[in-house]
């Protein structure tokens, strides 16, 4: 009994321990990846992106943004790519 017991709390942490790692932060590789599948994702026929800037000084939350700039044919569109989450969002 004692041991069945030590068996699945031993089992319990293998599945827990790697849940409670920090993620690491986005590459430039990445950070591209999520900008182009966020075009496709919306329809907009930007093409591949132009640059990858990496990020630089926190904003007023704490996050780190990769700005990752596109050249199409109606101009030139930013996105902004949260270097932790992978999250989009277009640049202002």
Request: charged share 20%; hydrophobic share 45%.
């Given at each position: 009994?004692?041991r069945?017991?030590l068996?699945?709390?031993?089992i319990?942490?293998?599945i827990?321990?790697?849940?409670?790692q920090?993620?690491?932060?986005?590459?430039?590789?990445?950070?591209s990846?999520?900008?182009r599948?966020?075009?496709?994702?919306?329809?907009?026929a930007?093409g591949?992106?132009?640059?990858v800037?990496?990020?630089?000084?926190?904003d007023?939350?704490?996050r780190?943004?990769?700005?990752?700039?596109?050249?199409a044919?109606?101009?030139?569109?930013?996105l902004?790519v949260?270097?932790?989450s992978?999250?989009?969002?277009?640049?202002?």
């Open positions: 009994m004692r069945t017991s068996a699945i709390i031993v319990i942490a293998a827990l321990l790697p849940a409670c920090t993620r690491m932060p986005l590459s430039r590789t990445e950070a990846s999520a900008a599948n966020w075009c496709l994702r919306d329809g907009h930007w591949d992106p132009v640059e800037v990496q990020p630089g000084a926190a007023e939350q704490g780190t943004w990769w700005t990752v700039r596109f050249k044919a109606d101009g030139e569109h930013r902004l949260d270097t932790m992978g999250w989009v969002k277009q640049a202002q």
